[in-house]
């Protein structure tokens, strides 16, 4: 309740999100099938309206009903999914793609495993201890990411200094991985 009232009120406020999709999803969403998608933690859908004009079906999760609204609005291919990802569960065995973008819920790893289809790819990119946040349980460890995959074949595995959106200096993860049994 808390998160959905706090994400609802910086949409209603004039937050402005970014507009073009993370860079690691434009690099790498190719090595998906084109076929569905879920964005998790969507917000207000760069990521699900540039995959769904991709020719990608994508199931768009997100807290905030303010977001989700929006979402309902941008492409006939987003299919906007209001729900608490504390409890969220994806069906297992559904999804060529999966992509988490800026957000962290640790519980949701092994079902975003079992949600992936056989050769799905997971793209994953999220903020490292050492970045400005007023919770350190929305920040990962040193190669945690990295350690919490290993299950999958990685593609592609970065942690690196970025400067974000309020021009501030933040650490990132960034992974790309296939399922492959």
């Known amino acids: 309740m808390q998160d959905r009232e706090r994400w609802n009120q910086k949409y209603l406020s004039g937050f402005s999100a970014e507009k073009e999709p993370s860079e690691i999803v434009k690099n790498f969403y190719h ?16 990521n699900s309206l540039f995959l769904a004009e991709k020719g990608f079906v994508v199931d768009a999760v997100d807290v905030s009903d303010v977001a989700i609204e929006k979402l309902k609005t941008l492409h006939p291919n987003i299919n906007p999914i209001h729900q608490d990802l504390k409890i969220y569960r994806p069906e297992k065995d559904k999804y060529d793609l999966i992509i988490n973008i800026n957000f962290l819920e640790r ?23 050492g970045s400005p946040s007023k919770n350190s349980d929305f920040l990962l460890r040193k190669n945690e990411l990295l350690h919490s995959f290993l299950s999958l074949e990685i593609v592609f595995y970065q942690e690196k200094e970025v400067i974000t959106c309020k021009n501030e200096k933040a650490y990132k993860a960034y992974l790309v991985a296939i399922k492959r049994c």
């Open 107 to 129: 519980i949701l790893f092994p079902y975003i495993k079992e949600a992936l289809k056989k050769d799905g790819v997971l793209i994953f990119e999220t903020f490292l201890e």
């Open 31 to 46: 090595l998906a099938k084109a076929g569905r998608a879920l964005d998790i933690a969507a917000g207000l859908g760069r």
